[in-house]
C-alpha cells in the first residue's frame, strides 16, 4: 500500500506536469510574461524544454527496445544502403538507430536555432518595440513544446504496431497517416502558442505575428525554389 500511495503522489505532483501547467499558464496567460526579465523567460522554457526533451530521448529510447528486433533488421538494411551509396549519410542518421534519436534532438536544437535567428530579423525589419534575441529563443523553444509533445503518442503507438504491418507499405501509410493528426495537432498549437506571446512581448498584432511565425518556413521554401530552378 506504501508503494502504491507513493505512486499516486508521484502521478499527483511531478517535475513533468509541473513544467507542463506552468508552461500552460504561461500561454493562456502571455501578458504575465512582460513581468518577467528576458533572462528569466528564458530560463523558464529552457529548463522545460531541456526536461522534455531528455524525456523524449529516454522514453523513445526504452520504446526502441521492444522492437529491436524490427529495429535492427532496418538498420541493417540503411546501413547496406548508405555502403552502396543508395543513400547519403544524413539520410542513414535520420533511420538508423540509435543515431536517429539524438540525431532527431540536434535538429530539433539547430531548427529552433535557425527560427530564432529568423524571427529575430523579422520583428527588426518590422520595427518592434522591446525585441531582444532571448526572446525570440525562448518564445521559439516555448512554443515548441507542443510539437515535442505530440511526439509521444506517435512513439507509443509505433511501438504497440505489429512488426508484421511495419513491413506493409499500405499499413505504414495508414499509420503515418493516422499518427501525422498529433503531430498536425502539434503544430496548430505550437502556431497558436507563438502568436499569442508574439503578441504580447513584441505588441505586434495578428497579421504581424503569423508572418514573424511563418518566415523561417517561408525562407526555407525559397531556399528549396531557389535549389529546384539552380538544378
Known amino acids: 500500500m506504501n508503494i502504491i500511495e507513493k505512486i499516486k503522489q508521484y502521478i499527483a ?8 501547467v506552468k508552461n500552460v499558464q504561461i500561454h493562456l496567460a502571455p501578458e504575465n510574461i512582460l513581468t518577467f526579465s528576458d533572462a ?3 530560463k523558464l522554457t529552457l529548463k522545460t524544454h531541456i526536461i522534455f526533451l531528455i524525456l523524449y530521448i529516454i522514453t523513445n529510447f526504452l520504446l526502441s527496445l521492444f522492437n529491436l528486433s524490427y529495429i535492427v533488421e532496418y538498420t541493417e538494411i540503411m546501413r547496406d544502403y548508405l555502403a552502396e551509396g543508395k543513400i547519403s549519410l544524413l539520410m542513414y542518421l535520420l533511420n538508423a538507430f ?6 532527431f534532438a540536434f535538429f530539433l536544437i539547430v531548427f529552433e536555432l535557425y527560427s530564432s535567428i529568423v524571427s529575430y530579423l523579422t520583428v527588426k525589419i518590422f520595427g518592434e518595440e522591446g525585441v531582444s534575441f532571448l526572446k525570440c529563443i525562448s ?12 511526439l509521444f503518442p506517435v512513439l507509443f503507438l509505433f511501438t504497440l504496431m505489429p512488426n508484421s504491418a511495419k513491413r506493409d507499405i499500405f499499413y505504414m501509410i495508414l499509420f503515418i497517416g493516422f499518427v501525422s493528426i498529433f503531430v498536425i495537432a502539434g503544430i496548430v498549437l505550437q502556431m497558436i502558442s507563438f ?3 508574439s503578441k504580447k512581448i513584441f505588441n505586434q498584432n495578428t497579421g ?6 511563418f518566415s523561417p518556413i517561408f525562407v526555407i521554401f525559397l531556399f ?7 538544378s
Open 13 to 20: 505532483d511531478n517535475v513533468f506536469k509541473r513544467e507542463i
Open 40 to 42: 528569466t523567460f528564458f
Open 98 to 103: 540509435p543515431y536517429n534519436i539524438i540525431f
Open 139 to 150: 518564445l521559439a523553444i516555448s512554443s515548441n513544446i507542443y510539437i515535442l509533445l505530440s
Open 195 to 197: 502568436i499569442r506571446i
Open 208 to 213: 504581424r505575428a503569423f508572418l514573424t511565425w
Open 224 to 230: 528549396l525554389v531557389w535549389i529546384m530552378r539552380a
